[in-house]
């Protein structure tokens, strides 16, 4: 019945091309060469006899026969991979994208709360502040996005709205009682799409300081949040940080709210699937884990 199909390897080699719109890329992702990928689809395209892309100078471009053959190719694979998950629990290792910080702060620290609930699923986090196209991309399960979440024919599910406060070790706090004589330690985001969450912005929203007085605060910055957070640990300064990543900090003593501190809301975090991956056991698993363990944050 089906003898007159391709081979399943070329199918699936076509498939990352097709989302990759790169030999190249779509050689890193299958763990070959671009050069075997090329071999590969000029043989599926004797076979079937047309072009699946056009072939330009820095780029390839599916043709009509490529765009409906990528369509069928997706969903077959995406159903076959489902199934197969389902049947040989081969699917039980999750690769979650997320930043640095939030990976480092919050959802390492909770893993083993994971475990103990899914013995079945082995967690791989991948960190960076380049988002992951999940839509490309297929080593990617999950990723969790800080601030504005906008990925085109993504699933995006808010987590949780952060809290920003004033942090700081209790010796810190006795020896600098006065704001004025604090090291004041902010994050300057990487991300330029990201609302900047600045010492500044959090005097004028409470009105503490002029434009005037705020120039003679020592301000200082760095641009990852954990190491905000590691610089107040180490008693450098008061942090202005996200509650939701210093819970571990708090809950030791090793950090405490500055008694002034009025906290503010910042972004969010969410949760974003492919909808290759959103029916898959392993990320229900995940999604209602996070979610049950963020209800009580």
């Known amino acids: 019945m089906f003898s007159h199909l391709p081979a399943l390897n070329a199918i699936r080699v076509f498939d990352a091309a097709a989302r990759q719109l790169s030999f190249k890329l779509a050689a890193m992702e299958l763990n070959v060469t671009a050069t075997a990928v090329s071999?590969?689809?000029?043989?599926?395209?004797?076979?079937?006899?047309?072009?699946?892309?056009?072939?330009?100078?820095?780029?390839?471009?599916?043709?009509?026969?490529?765009?409906?053959?990528?369509?069928?190719?997706?969903?077959?694979?995406?159903?076959?991979?489902?199934?197969?998950?389902?049947?040989?629990?081969?699917?039980?290792?999750?690769?979650?994208?997320?930043?640095?910080?939030?990976?480092?702060?919050?959802?390492?620290?909770?893993?083993?709360?994971?475990?103990?609930?899914?013995?079945?699923?082995?967690v791989v986090v991948k960190t960076g502040e380049v988002l992951d196209d999940l839509l490309?991309?297929?080593?990617?399960?999950?990723?969790?996005?800080?601030?504005?979440?906008?990925?085109?024919?993504?699933?995006?599910?808010?987590?949780?709205?952060?809290?920003?406060?004033?942090?700081?070790?209790?010796?810190?706090?006795?020896?600098?009682?006065?704001?004025?004589?604090?090291?004041?330690?902010?994050?300057?985001?990487?991300?330029?799409?990201?609302?900047?969450?600045?010492?500044?912005?959090?005097?004028?929203?409470?009105?503490?300081?002029?434009?005037?007085?705020?120039?003679?605060?020592?301000?200082?910055?760095?641009?990852?949040?954990q190491h905000v957070i590691q610089a107040a640990l180490a008693g450098q300064g008061l942090a202005l940080v996200s509650e939701l990543l210093i819970q571990t900090a708090l809950a030791q003593g090793w950090l405490v709210k500055h008694p002034q501190g009025e906290m503010l809301t910042g972004l969010s975090y969410s949760m974003v699937t492919s909808p290759h991956n959103q029916s898959s056991y392993k990320v229900r698993c995940f999604q209602q884990w996070l979610s049950d363990v963020l209800a009580v944050e």
């Not at 929203?205 to 605060?217: F, M, P």
């Open 39 to 122: 071999h590969q689809i000029r043989a599926l395209e004797d076979k079937l006899g047309c072009l699946l892309f056009e072939r330009k100078t820095r780029a390839i471009h599916l043709t009509p026969e490529g765009e409906k053959l990528a369509v069928a190719a997706y969903h077959s694979l995406e159903q076959l991979a489902l199934v197969i998950d389902e049947i040989t629990n081969q699917g039980s290792v999750l690769t979650v994208s997320t930043t640095s910080s939030f990976a480092a702060q919050w959802l390492v620290p909770k893993l083993e709360d994971f475990h103990q609930r899914y013995h079945d699923i082995q």
């Open 136 to 225: 490309k991309d297929r080593r990617v399960d999950v990723a969790i996005r800080y601030g504005q979440g906008d990925t085109e024919q993504a699933h995006i599910k808010t987590l949780i709205t952060e809290r920003i406060g004033m942090f700081a070790t209790k010796d810190y706090l006795q020896r600098h009682p006065k704001l004025e004589e604090a090291t004041l330690i902010e994050t300057t985001w990487k991300n330029p799409h990201l609302q900047p969450i600045t010492w500044q912005g959090y005097f004028q929203h409470q009105q503490q300081y002029a434009e005037s007085s705020y120039d003679a605060l020592n301000v200082i910055a760095f641009d990852q949040e």
